[in-house]
């Protein structure tokens, strides 16, 4: 129930939704900063959803702890279980929030299993396009940020318990970053590249603004 004395708050409208997505290899800090801008956005009244991949689900969570901790997982069935969590969250949490004009934030999403199991794993990228696109039926993100660290920096902020990527060799890694960057350069327009070594502070700054503007 509203109270009378709040009557007076005007909330932000919003007239179309928004799909926000970050990426990054391991330690770049993405996960603060999708949390970062998730909170901020809520503290100006705007009506948000925040996820995640593998994840965002029961059956997205239950994947996730196989995807990451499981032993045993061959290269075809990760990238299956990757568009199975997918298909889920798109399904039960992204969707039905985009068609309520929601901004919809993802920590990770469709460019990490071109990353990870394409550039990283070596599968083939037009045989993933073929199968995430019959999953994500032509929804992509309006902003796709990128928070770029080397594969050195990036695994020394690692010191908890290393999951089955965090484990692999350092070329892996380098693939994965270089993939990312790849895809980055190839669509200017919805990559925002960031270098994940500045301030975290700088770094809400630099992402601020560039939403901001995609809210209008």
Not at 7 to 13: A, E, F, G, R, V
Not at 108 to 114: E, G, I, K, P
Not at 171 to 187: I, N, T
Request: hydrophobic letters at 40%; proline letters at 4%; a positive charge.
């Amino acid at each position: 129930m509203t109270s009378k004395n709040n009557s007076h708050i005007i909330l932000p409208l919003m007239d179309k939704p928004a799909f926000i997505v970050f990426e990054g290899g391991e330690g770049c800090g993405k996960t603060t900063q999708a949390k970062a801008l998730s909170n901020k956005l809520r503290k100006l009244g705007f009506p948000v959803v925040l996820t995640h991949e593998p994840g965002g689900t029961l059956l997205g969570n239950r994947l996730r702890r196989w995807l990451k901790w499981g032993k045993g997982v061959t290269t075809q069935t990760e990238l299956y279980l990757f568009l199975a969590s997918r298909s889920q969250l798109l399904s039960t949490v992204i969707r039905p929030a985009l068609e309520k004009n929601y901004i919809v934030i993802c920590d990770r999403f469709d460019a990490s299993t071109f990353a990870y199991q394409g550039f990283g794993r070596g599968m083939d990228l037009n045989f993933i396009n073929t199968v995430n696109s019959f999953v994500t039926d032509g929804l992509s993100p309006d902003l796709i940020v990128l928070l770029d660290i080397s594969v050195e920096e990036g695994l020394a902020r690692k010191k908890m318990k290393l999951d089955v990527f965090e484990r692999e060799e350092f070329l892996f890694h380098q693939k994965v970053r270089d993939g990312y960057l790849k895809m980055a350069a190839a669509d200017p327009e919805r990559w925002m590249v960031i270098d994940a070594t500045l301030p975290a502070e700088k770094i809400r700054e630099i992402i601020w603004e560039r939403v901001s503007r995609l809210l209008g």
